[in-house]
């Protein structure tokens, strides 16, 4: 018999003693996953997971526990284990869980009762269409490592003493595809996908397109000379970009000094009509949610208008210790961790033209189609960036040879205050921000 | 942890319906850690994990379940869903018997996570906070994290195989942030190993925790990292991810199946140069990769992957090896008992060689010495890789100069081994605590290396 989410961390946040305060947050996850190879089923997995995270704020201490299981016996040991940890805390003023503020949540629809109900047989038909539809794609696909289905139905309940009672559920499903192609000794790989709440959002003809067109591109490719250009990121690229931005815009990173726009609220960080917004009440966002992770309504927050750095993201502990209201901005990994602080829905300010027009724009350059080793390539407190890219060479302002193995590095202050332009091409992908075509006046690039 | 009756009982249901093979992964995971940030220790949290993975096997199909309920019922449930989900039906009914071979193989840690008191688990990161800020003024920032895991397993099959395993690990890992004139540098620094608290008789916290501020500090002083091809002398133990990504998954069965490696169908051929000898070890104590037993139940191993240059074997799961008809050589891991098992590295590592560190640096006259490799990306088809260098330095005319800013460092990895032109003899294990992720899975992984030089590599700087 399955528990009740939000009985079960209503009745944790409500065993607070005095001068204590407890948060539980609960969380209950269906997954499923069929991966095919070769016309054969390769594995098939079903799973359901559940846990339970609980913090206690007690004498200005915090302490943390978590369990994977809701069994009353592990439920009870976690809460004394999170009190008994709380003891070990350096006392700090500002710690203290997230209360009511009286935003009200948006009301986004996330879940797609279809997803339980998909016969285990149309998601392998699903897989196998993909695997059949990249084999077909183009003569230089040798094989296709793997094609997978899979979906996801996550329910979450948060509860504090200090008044705190959301619950939320999404699901989510995917298709994704690693294909190989071969020219000669040559061998490169790609990964397409399609995602969506529900089966019915996938498209298995354009996960399969994108497989065969990201695994094909680069055969041949060479390796550039070093130079300095003008870079053009694709969309997918843009959405890593917009994400280790966000990172930098952390209240916690800010006031602990380790960000690069610490000390520069106000200031110009960008270039005149640069504007990034983080909105979670966007339906259209994949990650849109109604509350965060503290339970707080989400909202529209904007970091950089016109050009000018204008807020950073709070969760309650940051926004306290900064004097502010939290921007309802914690996230957290799932039950096992406390809530950080991140953005869920960035987008950039779309501008007027579209990729072909951008390329015209640019003249010569390169257009970045994929990037590598963002997280070790990127410093977000010095602003250094260097990362591996592939992609094309911009002749004329039209795409030219693939080129691959090659670095292309700068900083993010460079890089933001030399925005040449935006696309009109915004489009929601998977993670924390939207895709959309970008342009940089002046990047370096490594090749031979 | 659990009966062996009551295994024998799960592994009879998941094979009620017919398949060739069941297997029961039980697996009760302890862990603690604690964190240090800007002074404060900001949160002590600990965690529990307790579940069972059942997977079934018939003909090429796998049918996976998993269950954090572990009584008789629950286990029941998740084995008939993992056996119905491999198979369309089928009526032979196969009766298993348990053989109990061994339990609690691996090294015993000396001193057990849950007998330290939190205190002082704790007085370690203000230890280490306070080492670290003393080292100078410039020195800004410290953040400390602190992890203990004790993750007891059991592993039984079809096969009759019934073995268990006692893992304890332990880290502590210090970053540093250093402010000055030319703005902010970071440095890190991490003890890991496979072992309990001992770890910090044999470890000095404040030398972990120098070392860290020391890095930022002299980034300080650090100028643009030059742009293009060239010599690069990796320090020993510092390097060794690079082989790690860039090699190591070439060597997976799992990709070699699916010719989705370079290094396909190349048993016997020289793919490095003849001072290349890469080795594969889960046997070696105390390393962050190592155990007893891997996650299937066959015994850790040291596998030979090249050798002298030429490659000999490749690494094995059950499945894969099942297939080829040869035992598997130990490298069936998966991150919990919610995930199937795949080919995993455990520590893996390049054999010292003859010569001189110094002299490798003395001979280049242009390059970059690299003293510490961060994260970084590979695409395990290609061997194609980028890696962030956190502390590199200039070589000019055969001496060490100046430190670089961090920047990316790229290339390929079986271009990389046919250009290793020297091979010193100073081998040093990396400090560990490192997490190698595929298809989802995240395994800690042990790796090493011997100072050495490749002939180019592409460096990723700003400077023109």
Sequence with gaps: MSVDLEELVARIAGQARPGEQVEAYAARGQESDVVVYGGEIESLSTATSEGVGVRVVVDSREGFAYAGSLDPDVVAETLADARDNAAFGTPDEYLGLAEPDGVAPAVLDLWRDEVAGFPPAEKLALAFELERLVLAGDARICSVKSAHYGDTAVQAAIATSTGIARSNRRTGCYLAVVALAAQGEETKSGVGYSVGRGPADLDVTEAAADAVERSTRLLGATKPASGRLPVVFDKRVTTSLLSILAGTMSGDAVLKGRSLFARRMGEKVGVAGLTLVDDPTNPAAYGASPNDSEGLACRRNVLIDDGVLQGFIYNTYAGRRAGRASTASAVRGGFKSTPGIGCRALSLEPGHLDQAGILAQVGDGLLVQSISGVHSGVNAVSGDFSVGAEGVMIRGGEPAEAVREVTIASTLQRMLSGVVAVGNDTEWLPGSAAGVTLAVAEMSLGGA | ?464
Excluded at chain 2, 92 to 113: I, N
Excluded at chain 2, 354 to 380: H, K
Excluded at chain 2, 390 to 418: D, H, W
């Design chain 2, 1 to 464: 942890m659990l009966d062996p009756s009551v295994l024998t009982r799960v592994l009879d249901a998941a094979l009620r319906g017919g398949g060739d093979f069941a297997e029961v992964f039980v697996e009760d995971r302890r862990s603690t850690g604690a964190r240090l940030d800007d002074g404060r220790v900001e949160q002590v949290g600990s965690g529990r994990d307790r579940g069972a993975g059942i997977r079934v096997v018939v003909g090429d199909t796998t049918g996976f379940a998993h269950t954090a309920d572990l009584t008789d019922g629950g286990l029941e449930r998740a084995a008939r869903a993992a056996g119905a989900a491999a198979r369309d039906g089928g009526g032979m009914v196969r009766t298993v018997a348990l053989d109990d071979c061994s339990r609690g193989l691996a090294p015993p840690a000396e001193v057990l996570p849950e007998t330290v008191a939190k205190a002082d688990k704790v007085e370690l990161l203000l230890r280490a906070d306070e080492a670290g800020r003393a080292v100078g003024g410039a020195v800004s920032q410290m953040t400390v994290g602190y992890g203990d895991s004790r993750r007891r397993i059991l592993v039984a099959n079809s096969d009759g195989l019934l073995v268990g395993d006692d893992v304890v690990r332990t880290s502590l890992r210090v970053s540093a942030v250093a402010e000055g004139d030319t703005g902010m540098q970071t440095g890190y620094e991490t003890v890991a190993r496979t072992v309990g608290f001992e770890l910090f008789d044999e470890v000095e916290v404040d030398e972990v925790a120098r070392s860290a501020s020391h890095r930022a500090l002299s980034k300080l002083a650090a100028r643009p990292a030059p742009t293009g091809v060239m010599p690069v002398v990796i320090k020993a133990g510092r390097g060794a991810v690079l082989f790690h990504e860039a090699c190591g998954h070439g060597f997976e069965a799992d990709a070699i199946e699916k010719r989705a490696s370079v290094f396909t169908g190349k048993v016997g051929e020289q793919v490095a140069s003849p001072s290349v000898t890469l080795v594969d070890d889960g046997t070696m104590s105390y390393e962050w990769g190592a155990s007893a037993i891997d996650d299937e139940g066959a015994p850790s191993a040291r596998n030979v992957l090249i050798d002298e240059g030429r490659l000999s074997d490749y690494m094995w799961d059950f499945l894969r090896a099942r297939k080829a008809g040869r035992p598997s050589s130990g490298n069936g891991r998966r991150q919990s008992y919610q995930h199937l098992p795949m080919v995993r590295m455990t520590n893996t590592y390049l054999l010292a060689g003859e010569e001189d560190p110094e002299e490798l640096v003395r001979q280049t006259s242009y390059g970059v010495y690299v003293a510490q490799i961060n994260g970084g990306e590979v695409n395990t088809v290609t061997g194609d890789f980028v890696f962030g260098m956190s502390e590199a330095y200039l070589i000019e005319n055969g001496e060490i100069t100046v430190p670089l800013r961090a920047a990316n460092l790229i290339g390929n990895g079986p271009e990389v081994l046919r250009n290793i032109d020297a091979v010193a003899n100073d081998f040093a294990m990396a400090s560990g605590g490192g997490l190698c992720g595929k298809n989802g899975q995240s395994v800690p992984v042990g790796m090493g290396q011997p100072t050495l030089r490749v002939r180019g590599m592409t460096i990723g700087g700003t400077a023109a």
